[in-house]
């Protein structure tokens, strides 16, 4: 062999060991960040591979291939220790993110004294982790909420609780959700870690002009989140952006998946009200009880309260609409990207034999025989319930029957309702299960049996293009878009001012995907954020005008914008797009099937 040669054959190993490595460093410093492990573990790492080509270039290589595979893997071995021993941290979430304005005033409750923080500017106050009922842990596991304990001394409300107990993914998933769903991930070097996950989780968060006021309107919010994961400080619904209008905002945690929606023959039996399987509504309606008794302290007005939701948020709100309990603890409402008034729901609700038939299942997979014996259980044993455990049910005393027969039988809460839902619900559901011409008819059948050669018929498809995309529409309209319909017309029979709106505008980030809207309708794209354009921005202003007009009145016009019509024929509805205006429900045929399989009368 030449010497050329083996000139040559040592520069492409130089070559290539340069780029593997680099790579293989690449990816685990990538894998650190996205994983949000400690600062101090990526310059560890950074160190660990510097000190690695070091060593190569000067004592492996040239070595035997056994030998250089020792160091590949001592580096591995050094990337592994590094990774658990950087682990993220859980770290509290701040009220204000980076700096703040300072301190409010001490506001005395029934309870006790508060203090929050105020936004940079001075423009909003933040009062974050006020607790609203006593932790449900031990022997309050499954039951009602109960007030909270009085405090001594002022609570320094300037940091978020814990989000109610949920399954948790490793960070890295959640980062990767960033990347891949909403575009915006950002490296930072402050507040790295995980957010903290409790039981005891029974805390709201409030939002209010500075200084307050007299008698200004509020909003309650309800996270979504399939009623098993969600947070109420997530900041596509930040109550800053409506704060700066003069509304108050309120939202807060409640009990989630099996804590908040198992139901047992045992847990009715115990409780004084014959209740099992709605722990997380009456978590709810002891916050809007805190909101009567306590929001004129911080210059609201408790008979001008308005509830808000979103997905299951909604569909919380939507049960509200027609609970005994709720009565007079809410003027109106607004529902978004789902609701239960259809007669069958297709999401996050059961029946209570249903309900009860689940709980029996879920004792005998933990081996218990007793409640007692389940209340003993680690909160992190029973999280996993999640899945099995996410559906509000009639019980007979948060709920004496189904919405749709509320409504049917003149039975509401709400003066006026605000909702509506986007034109693609459907995209994060269905991310992995898409449709194509192979598929697309044993979906549909499989799904709607009978009445899937009407869709068919209605929605037919040539192309794998065609199959995904009529897939998705009629997946959306079917879990979403359709129980709005429902809602609108039960609202129409009752005489409530109903406004409706769809909406379908594209951006950089979720578009219009489920949560899509709420971004803009509470004011709160970031400023400096180049996902979103000018047309984004006047969106924004437009539907938080109509929001916070809504919520002061229950009419949704003001001055200066287009007229949203109410929707008395529940044929018509205002489109936020790339345009602002009433438009013609597109779906009114598809509705006509569904209403024919849901058994709509």
Not at 22 to 38: D, F, I, K, P, R
Not at 130 to 143: D, H, N, S, T, Y
Request: glycine share 10%; net charge negative; hydrophobic share 40%.
């Amino acid at each position: 062999m030449s010497k050329e040669t083996i000139q040559r054959g040592s520069t492409a190993g130089k070559v290539c060991f340069v780029l593997c490595s680099g790579l293989v460093c690449a990816l685990m410093l990538s894998a650190l960040e996205l994983n949000q492990n400690s600062l101090w573990g990526i310059a560890a790492m950074a160190a660990a591979s510097a000190a690695f080509w070091v060593i190569h270039h000067r004592f492996l290589a040239g070595r035997r291939r056994f030998v250089r595979c020792l160091g590949w893997l001592a580096w591995l071995g050094v990337f592994a220790l590094i990774l658990l021993l950087s682990w993220p941290g859980v770290r509290p979430v701040p009220a204000i993110e980076g700096r703040t304005g300072g301190k409010t005033e001490v506001i005395s409750l029934s309870d006790g004294q508060v203090r929050g923080v105020q936004t940079a500017d001075g423009a909003v106050e933040v009062f974050a982790g006020i607790p609203f009922a006593q932790p449900p842990v031990g022997e309050l596991r499954w039951k009602e909420p109960r007030d909270p304990l009085p405090w001594d001394g002022i609570l320094e409300a300037d940091t978020f609780a814990p989000m109610s107990m949920q399954p948790v993914n490793l960070p890295i998933y959640d980062s990767l959700a960033r990347i891949i769903g909403y575009h915006d991930y950002s490296i930072r070097l402050r507040n790295r870690g995980v957010a903290p996950v409790s039981e005891d989780s029974l805390y709201l968060n409030l939002w209010r002009p500075a200084g307050g006021g007299e008698k200004l309107p509020v909003l309650v919010y309800v996270h979504g989140g399939s009623l098993k994961t969600g947070q109420p400080w997530y900041e596509d619904y930040s109550g800053q952006g409506l704060a700066r209008e003069g509304v108050i905002v309120v939202n807060m945690a409640y009990r989630l998946g099996v804590f908040g929606f198992f139901a047992d023959g045992e847990l009715a039996a115990e409780s004084p009200n014959a209740t099992t399987g709605n722990y997380g509504l009456l978590d709810q309606i002891k916050a809007l009880e805190w909101v009567r008794d306590n929001i004129a302290q911080f210059g609201g007005d408790p008979d001008n309260v308005t509830l808000a939701g979103e997905s299951a948020g909604a569909a919380c709100v939507s049960a509200l609409c027609t609970s005994p309990l709720a009565e007079g603890l809410f003027e109106r409402v607004i529902l978004e990207s789902s609701t239960l008034a259809c007669v069958h729901p297709p999401h996050s609700f059961r029946l209570l034999d249903e309900a009860l038939q689940s709980g029996s299942e879920l004792k005998d997979r933990h081996h218990c025989t007793s409640v007692s014996a389940l209340r003993v259980l680690p909160a992190e044993e029973l999280v996993a319930e999640a899945d099995t455990q996410h559906h509000i049910t009639v019980d007979g005393y948060v709920l004496t029957e189904t919405p749709y027969e509320s409504y049917r039988a003149g039975r509401h809460n709400e003066s006026a309702i605000l909702h509506g839902y986007n034109s693609k619900e459907s995209g994060p559901f269905i991310l992995f299960s898409q449709a194509n011409l192979r598929n697309y008819e044993s979906k549909l059948r499989g799904y709607f049996g009978a009445y899937a050669d009407d869709i068919l018929a209605l929605y037919p498809a040539a192309t794998d293009r065609e199959a995904r995309e009529n897939w998705a529409v009629v997946y959306g309209a079917t879990f979403f878009d359709y129980p709005h319909y429902c809602l609108n017309r039960l609202a129409v029979e009752n005489g409530i001012p109903v406004y409706e709106y769809l909406f379908s505008k594209e951006n950089g980030r979720l578009g219009a995907w489920h949560s899509g809207e709420e971004v803009y309708c509470y004011g709160n794209i970031p400023a400096a954020s180049a996902l979103y354009d000018g047309r984004d921005r006047e969106l924004s202003a437009q539907m938080l005008a109509y929001w916070k007009n809504f919520i002061v009145s229950g009419d949704s016009n003001g001055a200066g914008a287009p007229e949203w019509e109410q929707n008395r024929n529940s044929a018509r509805l205002m489109g936020f797009g790339d345009g602002t205006g009433m438009l013609d429900e597109p779906k009114l045929a598809l509705y006509a099937i569904l209403d024919r399989m849901d058994g709509w009368a």
